[in-house]
Structures are given as C-alpha cells and as structure tokens.
C-alpha cells in the first residue's frame, strides 16, 4: 500500500459521462490484484473524503481508472488537466482470486466493467464476458476488449442481445452442458440480485465486487460494511474484507 | 534541543498526539504505512461488555468540511480485545486508552471491570454519548447527576486513570465537566462527534442521522476545552476537526495537554505522524522547551 503521487498523463471521455484517466505514479504499486481500488484525493476545496475507484488497469506505474459522472466528486475529477498532480492512496482491499476452477465468466453492468476489467485482460482468451449496457455509444467501454468477443446487451435494443446482461446471461447458461463455471461480476446491487436467482439452484461458484460509499478506504472506520451470513460479525467492511465477496456469503 | 514528551499520571508519553477513538481500526490497519508506536497513545476503538454489530449502509456521509457517521458503535467486544488484541500493543510498548461504553450503568461498569491491570493499559476514556436505556434513553451525558453517577460507579471498580469523553450536544458542558471531575475523573477528552443530519434532496429522505466530525466542528471543541480548563483542574485530550499542525497548536493554546486526530486521517493517512514531526520542529524554532510551555497559553 502507497500514498502515492499520480501526475494524470492521460484524460478521455470514452462515451458521454464516462471518463478514464490515466495517471503516472512516482512510487509504483508494488503488486496489484484485479478487483483492488484505490482513494483518489479529487483536487478541490469542494470535496472533503477520498473517492474510490476500482483499478481499471495498471502496468508499470501506469494506473487507469474509468469512471460515471454521478455526482460532485466525479463530476470535479472529470475536469482535472493532464500535468495535474493527485494523491492516490493503493491498492487497497482484496481482489478476485484467480486460482479458482472453472471456466471463467465475467458479468459486467454498466460502469461495472470498470472493475471487471484488469481481471478480463488477465485471464485472456479463456474467459466469456458478458456486457450490459443502456445503449449502442456505451459499447464503447470495451472497446478494447474485442479479441474476447465480447457479449453485449443493451437495455434499449439497439445493439446485441435486448434486455438486460442477466437474461442474456440465462440463455447463455441454459446452453451449457456442463456446469463448471466460475462467475465474476461486477455492477448495480439489482444485477447482482438477478445473477443470485439466476444461479440459486446450482450455487454456482460467484465472485462479486460490491459498491459502498467509503471514508478511509483502508479499514480504519468501519464505515463501508456489507452484511454477510456471518453471524459472529456478520457487517464485513466492503474496503477491507471486500470489495470482492463470495455472493454466497453476503445478504443482498 | 525541544522535547515534545509529556507526562502523564506518572507515565511519560512519547509525544502528546493519539488517534481519536474509531478512527484507526484496531490498529494495525495503518501499519502498511507507519507504525502505530510512533504515537504517544493508541486510542481503541469504542468497546462495550458484549459485542455490537453496528448500523446498516449508509454509514458515512461527506458534508461541507466533514462528514456524518452513524457506525453504530460495532465491536468485537471488551474480551476479545483484550485477548486478541492488546497483547501487541504490549509486543510494541504502545500504551494504550480504552475507549468503551455502555447502554446501562451495569454496562460500562461490567466492561471497566473486564479491564484487567496490564500495564500496558495507560488509561479507560468512557463515551458518554450513548443512551442510557434505563433511563428513557437520554444520553448520559446530557445529565450532570448521571455523569457523576455513572462516573463514581466505574471509579469504584478500576484503579486506571479515567477520561470521561463528553458530547457537545449538552446545555452547557463546563458544568458537565464539572460533574465529571466531581465524580473523580482524571481527565477528559473534548469533544465527541456533533449529532446532525444529511437530506438527499433527489429522494426528499434524510439516509442518515450520525455525528458530524472534521474542521467543520472545530471551533465548538475549541471553546469546549478553553472553557473546561478554566473550570476544572484535570487534564484535557483536544480532538475535533484537527487536519494540520497549526490545527493541532490552536487545541494546546487553547487548554489541550494532548491532542487526538481523527477524521484528517481519512483524508490524509500521514497526517498524525505529520504533526508529531512538525510539533517538534515548531517547539524548536519558537524556542520553547516542552509542549507545556504553550499549553493553556490563551487567557
């Protein structure tokens, strides 16, 4: 873990309110896992707490975040100038363990590709990834990712499958003639209770990276939690213990 | 050559600067990035007799200069703290300050008595801003003869130092200090978290009702430990909005004999040991010998 020093070298708004900047860090992270987040300190008076981002992708000092304007602090972070100098405290919180058996699917919603997506380009070829999006534009956030021919919903039809990732996602499964998936997902708390039905009656092995507002983000102030099955402490901090979860261990 | 040790009920700490209660984890959580030794005090985080779950999301909410929190006061416990926990403050000679609390006078009085003699263990700071749900739920320390009651009943049972941890959401908190003191509290740590609320005008609802910390409440804990030193002759833990040293210097002039940071540790995990390097530097440059030289130096 490192408070370190980002000079943003790169800004782009991939698709409209959906911006990824790159930074350059002085002191590199000395290992980070797909899954992992960091808190970026937003340059302005206005905003108070760190705001956390999942690690879109990192090599060599190079780390990239993709992230919605949904509110103050993105919508500041959207408007800092490449050559501007930020604090990012990382990589924090644990991440998707890769070991596991299991043809690997990943399931993204919406912006949560952004913490879904390191964890595509390392498993590479092998991997089924499965994209929901509003619209045809926001195809545009894996753009980067067509050698794993992406499947792709759009709530509004118009592209790919339509309707949302979860029913593309059903017919996907209803397919297989063996059931030894691993799901990866990563999106809105209404997507993961789909993917949960969908997946009750196999309980099959998911990962989840769940969202939560945060204050430190490295543990300190029990302030982002995600209530479990565990009833010794069932409120595991979502920095901490999370943002990855066994979906069979969290109450949605 | 500057010295910014202090003693303290014959102990000598290190430097006067503490974590403030629940806001550094059980401890090791900050240690990827400095060592929790370099303190004076760790500060535990809230512990109560039996363990508590906490509240549901959203727990944590930014407003202009700090943020609301409603944890819920979740812990693991008095005893699972003292067993899996302390043992290594002790490893690293970290003196330590129980933080704990309690719904019912049997509560703080059952968790103080847990509290066994390691003397590792520097002092027990009580958090009076629970409910007392024996009494209609009023805050405990709303009511100078609970305080007092409450306060002389954990006295009885514990021969550690005691701060008695006031709410700023009291009539007048001078006369409550008083109370506290009366009571035979050894110290007292001003001030806990403001009580307010958030609206989230897109749903009309208000998502949480928690304590307001940060710069935000720094002038009303000021005034608190400006006004208690002139009352009572203990010594007060400053804490409240304190992000910077100058921050930290103000809580001295104004009464403070150490001071704890809190919600600046959020926004900068550096900043406790920021202020203990520069606490030093300052000392040296203005000539002064030990923190106690400006410690209450406001009139």
Known sequence: MEDAIGTVIEKREVVKGFFLLKFHLITPFSEVIPGQFVMVKVPSKEVFLRRPFSIYEYENGILGILFKVVGKGTKLLSAVEEGEVLSILGPLGRGFSLDSKGRPVIVAGGIGIAGVHLLAKKLGEGVSLFFGCANIAEKALVSDMVHLRPSISTLDGSFGFSGNVVEMLKNYIEEQTSYDLKIYACGPEGMIRAIKDLLIHDRTPCEVLIEERMACGMGLCYGCVKKTYDVREPFKRVCKEGPVFDLWQISL | ?299
Not at chain 2, 30 to 54: A, F, N, Q
Not at chain 2, 133 to 149: A, L, S, T, Y
Not at chain 2, 157 to 165: D, Q, R, S
Request: net charge neutral; with cysteine.
């Open chain 2, 1 to 299: 050559m500057a010295d910014i040790s202090l003693n303290l009920f014959g102990r000598k700490l290190k430097n006067p600067v503490m974590n403030a209660s629940g806001t550094l984890g059980y401890g090791r959580e900050i240690e990827p990035l400095w060592r929790v030794s370099e303190m004076g005090v760790y500060v535990s985080k809230g512990l109560s007799l039996k363990p508590h779950h906490g509240n549901p999301t959203p727990r944590v909410w930014e407003v202009s200069s700090g943020m609301l929190n409603s944890i819920g006061l979740q812990n693991i416990g008095i005893d699972r703290f003292l067993e899996e926990y302390l043992p290594y403050f002790s490893e690293t000679k970290t003196p330590v300050i129980i933080n704990f609390f309690g719904f019912t006078v049997e509560e703080y009085v059952g968790c103080a008595e847990r509290i066994k003699d390691d003397e590792n263990i520097f002092a027990l700071e009580m958090n009076l801003s629970c409910p007392n749900i024996k009494e209609g739920g009023i805050g405990f320390g709303k009511d100078p003869n609970m305080v007092f009651n409450l306060i002389k009943a954990v006295k009885s049972v514990t021969t550690k130092p005691i701060f008695a941890k006031l709410s700023p959401e009291v009539k007048n908190i001078v006369e409550i200090a008083k109370s506290a003191y009366e009571a035979g509290s050894d110290g007292l740590t001003l001030i806990n978290t403001m009580p307010g609320v958030a609206v989230d005008i897109r749903k009309g609802v208000i998502p949480i009702k928690g304590g307001l910390s940060g710069p935000a409440i720094k002038p009303v804990a000021l005034k608190a430990v400006y006004e208690c030193r002139k009352a009572v002759p203990i010594p007060i833990l400053g804490t409240g909005g304190i992000m910077s040293l100058e921050d930290a210097l103000s809580f001295f002039m104004a009464g403070a004999w150490a001071i704890q940071v809190g919600t600046a540790t959020f926004v900068d995990p550096y900043t406790i040991p920021r202020i203990i390097d520069g606490l030093k530097g300052y000392l040296e440059h203005h000539g002064f010998s030990s923190v106690s030289e400006i410690t209450g130096i406001t009139e």
